[in-house]
T-cell receptor, first 111, second 113 residues
């Protein structure tokens, strides 16, 4: 089983749609969780950290379920500028500095 | 505040050659991590440097080595290049108080022929 698995995608959605990305991780000792966004041929950029209580940043909502080792990202009212690859990221355990990335899910928002 | 910078942006090498990639960390950050991203894959952790010492390593062979300098900039060296080393090499910097919140540079795209 891969350490971090994401929906394979790609997701093609119309502007204004709501889209959800799912991710599972295998290391139960992981303590920190993130979503990064990566535009084509660019570096990954931190989108948001994910907390057990869930967190929201504008149109973006992230959820963490430690019992199921599951992370989600919800994007509401999709914009053309949301088109990118979304990477699910976890650290490798307590006190670990090593980030493990999923393969990413590509999102295309269509006019 | 200056972000993470990397050089060169692109590089073409042949099998068996050696390469050095460079990274300057974000102002105020003392920890540098290196990642390899093959086409269509997520980044894979190579190693991390803190205070000029290697502070953890991923599943990469010894021909991948690195350095960190007193100003926290870093180098990644790869010896005996193989075709599969072709990838985007990303450097990420962080503050030691929060090493898993990492900020990435633009990367160096290495092609091995």
């Amino acid at each position: 089983r891969k350490e971090v698995e994401q929906d394979p995608g790609p997701f093609n959605v119309p502007e204004g749609a709501t889209v959800a990305f799912n991710c599972t991780y295998s290391n139960s000792a992981s303590q920190s969780f993130f979503w990064y966004r990566q535009d084509c041929r660019k570096e990954p950029k931190l989108l948001m950290s994910v907390y057990s209580s869930g967190n929201e940043d504008g149109r973006f909502t992230a959820q963490l379920n430690r019992a199921s080792q599951y992370i989600s990202l919800l994007i509401r009212d999709s914009k053309l500028s949301d088109s990118a690859t979304y990477l699910c990221v976890v650290n490798s355990g307590a006190g670990s500095y090593q980030l493990t990335f999923g393969k990413g899910t590509k999102l295309s928002v269509i006019p | 505040e200056t972000g993470v910078t990397q050089s060169p942006t692109h590089l073409i090498k042949t099998r068996g050659q050696q390469v050095t990639l460079r990274c300057s960390s974000q102002s105020g950050h003392n920890t540098v991590s290196w990642y390899q991203q093959a086409l269509g894959q997520g980044p894979q952790f190579i190693f991390q440097y803190y205070r000029e010492e290697e502070n953890g390593r991923g599943n990469f062979p010894p021909r991948f080595s690195g350095l960190q300098f007193p100003n926290y900039s870093s180098e990644l060296n790869v010896n005996a290049l193989e075709l599969d080393d072709s990838a985007l090499y990303l450097c990420a910097s962080s503050d030691s108080s929060s090493t898993d919140t990492q900020y990435f540079g633009p990367g160096t795209r290495l092609t091995v022929l």
